[in-house]
């Protein structure tokens, strides 16, 4: 079983478009985490929110923690091919060892 | 780059043998976990060390194993291998145990059982 599912799985946008991918779960989360991973690469932290209703800007990237803290989204403005990638979110929780990863939404932006 | 390194970069064996991954970890850092990454799916949790010492595990059987070097350099071992086995095996580093800690990422091992 998923602890974490993403949606949409796939996204195909033209240069220019604004997009949204969400992050959900019925477990609640310490911090959540947002990656890029780029084909042949590890996955690149982009950020990291804590507090439940946290919204951190990353230039055109917008990062929200649901206040339950069991869901995030991640909002791109004005999408540019160099953000094509797979964006995976990921869960901890306080006192564990583990982090547990979303399934991933794999982005495709075409010039 | 995040200074974490893997080697080899990719790798095929054949059902039954037994494989041996490497991650050197960034300078600094004193924990190191291991993910296995389906192709089209999110890493899986397979183990931590933390100071040369098992720290967590994940759903995993126990022919997947670990050690931890005294520099914090680490190797994943997989023995009696599975067709299911093949995937990307990511390494991270962090500076401490517990996942309040960033961790960074090495490129992977892709590895094909055939």
């Known amino acids: 079983t998923q602890l974490l599912e993403q949606s949409p799985q796939f996204l195909s946008i033209q240069e220019g478009e604004n997009l949204t991918v969400y992050c959900n779960s019925s477990?609640?989360?310490?911090?959540l985490q947002w990656y890029r991973q780029e084909p042949g690469e590890g996955p690149v932290l982009l950020v990291t929110?804590?507090?439940?209703?946290e919204v951190k800007k990353l230039k055109r990237l917008t990062f929200q923690f649901g206040d339950a803290r069991k869901d995030s989204s991640l909002h791109i403005t004005a999408a540019q091919p160099g953000d094509t990638g797979l964006y995976l979110c990921?869960?901890?929780?306080?006192?564990?060892?583990?982090?547990?990863f979303g399934t991933g939404t794999r982005l495709q932006v075409f010039p | 780059e995040t200074g974490v390194t893997q080697s080899p970069t990719h790798l095929i064996k054949t059902r039954g043998q037994q494989v041996t991954l490497r991650c050197s970890s960034q300078?600094?850092?004193?924990?190191v976990s291991w993910y296995q990454q389906a192709l089209g799916q999110g890493p899986q949790f397979i183990f931590q060390?933390?100071?040369?010492?098992?720290?967590g595990r994940g759903n995993f059987p126990p022919r997947f194993s670990g050690l931890q070097f005294p520099n914090y350099s680490s190797e994943l071992n997989v023995n009696a291998l599975e067709l299911d086995d093949s995937a990307l095996y990511l390494c991270?580093?962090?500076?401490?145990?517990?996942?309040?800690?960033?961790?960074?990422f090495g490129p992977g091992t892709r590895l094909l059982v055939l």
């Open positions: 477990s609640v989360f310490s911090s």
């Open positions: 990921a869960g901890a929780r306080r006192n564990t060892d583990k982090l547990i």
């Open positions: 991270a580093s962090s500076r401490g145990q517990g996942m309040g800690e960033t961790q960074y």
């Open positions: 300078s600094g850092h004193n924990t």
């Open positions: 060390y933390y100071r040369e010492e098992e720290n």
């Open positions: 929110v804590v507090t439940g209703g």
